[in-house]
């Protein structure tokens, strides 16, 4: 039904822009020098802190060679650890995070910027904002203390109904036996921590799903109305198309601070440095929260190879972002999300 | 006419949030001299550590302290990021084949308290917690290193003759941070068990010998549960869904968590909770490096603690230590020398009557007096001459010998391997006794119901600054001078303190930071449409 709205007519496209003829001025040189200035040493700083990385990383790498991307274990001390399984954790943290969080973003925001009334509107996003600030150490405390304690039940559940799917089976674990509490099989899983990490970057999802929705112009909001629409249909064929880029972009900013984010996995995460497909199941793995926790312990060598673990994490954060910045731009709402 | 109400409100609240702030600012203005000393380390003794630092504020004096674990307070010492340590393990050991080399800043060990490495548990019968296991070294040694897997395996059942235990999976919980509590016991266990310790290690990617190590190794799929920091093992026990699970750490977690802790069998045949007594006694075969010149002077070798013939022994007993600074270098000035210098005075001194409250033990008086001497070594510090006889450490006696250790009580005759076992309770859960569960099941399937009542009732810590709070149990009589001695230490706790007001401020300001940003949103937006089109 989609094809019953008109859609207006790019006329920008077909008209060459006009020329400007004005002199620029020494304060518009001045501006462009500056932000040109700015640009480059953002650039500047990227590329140095990649060096700066590789560098460190760099004396693991050569005692290591190829089998650091596929070594599973973590004992540079013993020469022996690589990037396999922990590289592989913090995906799997990161999807189940952006699982839980971009429903609950979409649905966030679309309650926001369509259905609120308008007194609340204001104190939602706020709302949203304020949960965006809070510090991970506290999502990290609230999940190890709180939430791993209540949600095993759901954990349980999931992996007696859907065990039969090979990543949601949970090793030595039987629903059938009373006695066996949730300890050592389905505490301190990927799935905990990444539903901790989810509702962490909702918030940041949700604001710039909600940015780009509200900007979804009046014309076209009115016009499916005006075709009888009803407003759901409204939102699905007016807001939804034009915020694609929007959801994509807020997703794809939320994946990345997914991929980073440490101290609350650290928390959480019973960690293994085995390749761990069972979600559920107890022990996680994930670069950053490695990094924490070895770091403060670690000898000269074990610094370096976790700078190595760094740069792949560096790496896999720029490729993330690249594609993230090259859908959004393409999308019709590109140019005004800020993701 | 609403812009005028809102700008009152706001003024209002802003000049509260203005007076907030003065509160705050204006409280600590005394003792101009003492500027703030920062370290690191040990989560080990950080009870204890917060405790006097907390006690130390009235003076004006403040240590800003980080609980990373052993490992990183050492390399944070090393290079020179904090101004003093905490570490159970000194420099120099070589784990996983590296040497952690010492630093090139002067430094030197303070030994700061005693304490007992216990094994906290969550463990149920029948819906009833217990609170009375027991355990012999060999069988924690294959707890820990996987070989023996559920609660029913008879080598457990024949350390606790009375308890019908469940077939429930063990879940060791360990530290997957560099730790010097793990040190320790790794150190324990490569002394006494070293065939089963290699060969775990060996399981988990180590070279063997393994050694001492900070750092667990971990055998994936094992059904080990890794988490940092002490609290973060004694939490992920303490989780009353968490059955099953054991974690070794120090006895104070188990305090103050309310969980009870594994009496574990000594030399002499008995089976001992690692209470202020028991450590004392224990620690009395410690042999402590008395070369003043040696740079490890001070620390200590375990062996003989472990094979204590004192039949009051807790075996793993140890000190923990501070690695001061003995050279004004990587920012540490002389008035950072006169701070640390204070808190040291007081810790050990008064600091260590507060000691077996805390869940520690108390420093003997050798090495206090040892500790007063390194004390000396600090850059700055303002060398007071004090009384010993007057710190009231519970230790110390008029000839000498350790006074606590002479009054420990011999453990009760149900304590004794063999077919009995005491069903008082242990640790956080003293005062809650298990019941005989093993060969009359009836009895324990009758006072299930009850006995959850009964845990919930008395789960209540031992550790408030109450008197009188160490007695029951296998205990024994508390130390009742020294708790007295610590109410005169400790400000009044009734009646309504500056402190309670600050805190009262911060919870306000705390609310108003919630409420206040969407509210100003929300006027700052009405005021901007009602000028973007008046009526």
């Not at chain 1, 759901?232 to 064929?237: D, E, T």
């Not at chain 2, 990021?81 to 393990?89: A, K, L, P, R």
Request: proline fraction near 5%; glycine fraction near 12%; hydrophobic fraction near 40%.
């Amino acid at each position: 039904m989609t094809t019953t709205i008109p859609v207006r007519p790019e006329q920008s496209e077909s008209v060459s822009a006009r020329v400007l003829t004005h002199p620029s001025g020494p304060t518009d040189k001045i501006y462009a020098a500056v932000t040109r200035t700015s640009g480059l040493i953002v650039l500047l700083i990227m590329s140095l802190v990649g060096v700066f990385l590789a560098y460190r990383a760099s004396q693991a790498l050569r005692v290591q060679g190829l089998s650091f991307l596929t070594t599973q274990a973590w004992e540079p001390d013993s020469r022996n650890f690589g990037i396999a399984a922990i590289l592989i954790g913090t995906i799997l943290i990161a999807l189940v995070a952006i699982a839980v969080a971009v429903p609950l973003a979409v649905g966030t925001a679309l309650y926001i910027s369509e259905y609120a009334p308008r007194r609340l509107k204001q104190t939602l996003i706020s709302l949203v904002d304020l949960m965006a600030a809070v510090p991970s150490i506290v999502y990290g405390l609230w999940g190890l203390f709180f939430l791993q304690g209540n949600v095993t039940g759901v954990a349980r559940w999931i992996t007696s109904y859907f065990g039969w799917l090979p990543f949601l089976r949970v090793d030595g674990f039987k629903n059938s036996d009373p006695l066996a509490g949730p300890a050592g099989t389905l505490t301190s899983s990927t799935f905990i921590a990444g539903l901790v990490v989810g509702f962490m970057v909702t918030p940041i999802a949700t604001s710039v799903m909600r940015e780009v929705f509200s900007q979804a112009p009046v014309g076209e909001r009115e016009g499916a109305l005006a075709l009888g629409a009803t407003k759901w249909g409204m939102i699905r064929s007016v807001v939804l198309p034009f915020g694609k880029g929007g959801i994509i972009g807020g997703t794809m900013l939320g994946l990345g601070r997914a991929l980073g984010e440490t101290i609350t996995v650290y928390l959480i995460i019973s960690p293994v440095f085995t390749i761990q497909p069972h979600i559920l199941q107890t022990g996680a793995t994930s670069i950053a929260a490695t990094i924490a926790g070895k770091f403060g312990a670690a000898s000269a060598f074990g610094t370096s190879a976790l700078f190595a673990a760094g740069l792949v994490l560096f790496l896999v954060t720029l490729v993330v972002n690249f594609i993230a910045s090259s859908i959004v731009a393409k999308s019709r709402s590109g140019a005004v999300s800020d993701a | 006419m609403m812009s005028s109400r809102t700008r009152f409100w706001c003024a209002g609240l802003l000049s509260a949030g203005v007076v907030a702030v003065v509160t705050f600012m204006g409280a600590p203005a005394q003792a101009a001299t003492y500027v703030p000393v920062s370290g690191a380390g040990s989560t080990w003794s950080q009870v204890a550590l917060d405790q006097w630092r907390r006690n130390v504020v009235q003076y004006g004096i403040k240590i800003n302290y980080a609980g990373t674990g052993s490992s990183d307070g050492r390399n944070q010492f090393r290079n020179g990021t904090v101004d003093f340590g905490v570490s159970e393990i000194p420099y120099g050991l070589k784990d996983s084949g590296v040497v952690d080399a010492p630093p090139s800043r002067g430094y030197a060990y303070m030994p700061i308290v005693a304490g007992g490495t216990s094994f906290m548990y969550n463990l149920v019968i029948g819906g009833k917690r217990v609170t009375n296991l027991r355990l012999s070294g060999v069988n924690i040694a294959k707890i820990f290193t996987g070989s023996i897997k559920t609660w029913n395996d008879k080598a457990i059942a024949a350390d606790n003759p009375l308890l019908r235990l469940p077939s429930t999976k063990i879940v060791p919980v360990v530290r997957s941070d560099g730790s010097g509590t793990t040190a320790q016991f790794s150190t324990y266990l490569a002394t006494k068990f070293p065939s089963l310790w290699n060969a775990y290690c060996a399981k988990a990617g180590r070279s063997t010998p393994c050694g001492v190590t900070s750092n667990y190794p971990v055998v994936p799929g094992a059904g080990f549960v890794a988490q940092s920091g002490s609290l973060g093992v004694s939490g992920y026990v303490s989780q009353s869904a968490n059955v099953g699970t054991i974690t070794y750490v120090e006895y104070a977690y188990a305090l103050n968590t309310g969980f009870p802790v594994v009496k574990v069998l000594n030399r002499a045949g008995y089976y001992v909770e690692p209470t202020a007594y028991a450590v004392a006694v224990g620690l009395q075969g410690a042999t402590v490096n008395t070369n003043s010149k040696s740079p490890a002077y001070l620390t200590q070798q375990l062996g003989g603690v472990y094979d204590n013939p004192d039949k009051r022994t807790y075996p793993l007993s140890s000190y923990s230590y501070m690695i001061i600074p003995t050279r004004q270098e990587f920012g540490f000035s002389s008035d950072k020398g006169y701070t640390l210098g204070a808190f040291a005075y007081y810790f050990l001194c008064q600091g260590q009557q507060q000691a077996d409250v805390l869940g520690y033990s108390p420093l003997p008086i050798n090495l206090v007096k040892a500790g007063l001497e390194q004390v000396r070594r600090i850059p700055g510090v303002d060398v007071q001459s004090i009384n010993i006889a007057k710190c009231n450490n519970p230790t110390f006696s008029a000839s000498g010998k350790n006074l606590l250790a002479q009054l420990a009580p011999a453990p009760p005759a149900c304590d004794k391997q063999g077919a009995t076992q005491c069903t008082t309770g242990t640790g956080g859960q003293r005062r809650t006794s298990t019941a005989v569960s093993n060969g009359t099941p009836s009895q324990g399937g009758s006072s299930a119901a009850g006995g959850q009542a009964d845990a919930t009732s008395t789960t209540t810590g031992t550790v408030g600054t109450s008197s009188g709070a160490s007695s029951g149990g296998g205990t024994g009589a508390s130390l009742g001078n020294e708790v007295q001695a610590t109410s005169q230490l400790v400000p009044p706790s009734n009646g309504w303190t500056t402190q309670r007001s600050a805190a009262l401020i911060a919870v306000v300001m705390l609310l108003a930071l919630i409420v206040v940003p969407p509210l100003v949103a929300r006027i700052l937006q009405a005021q901007g449409s009602a000028k973007a089109n008046p009526r």
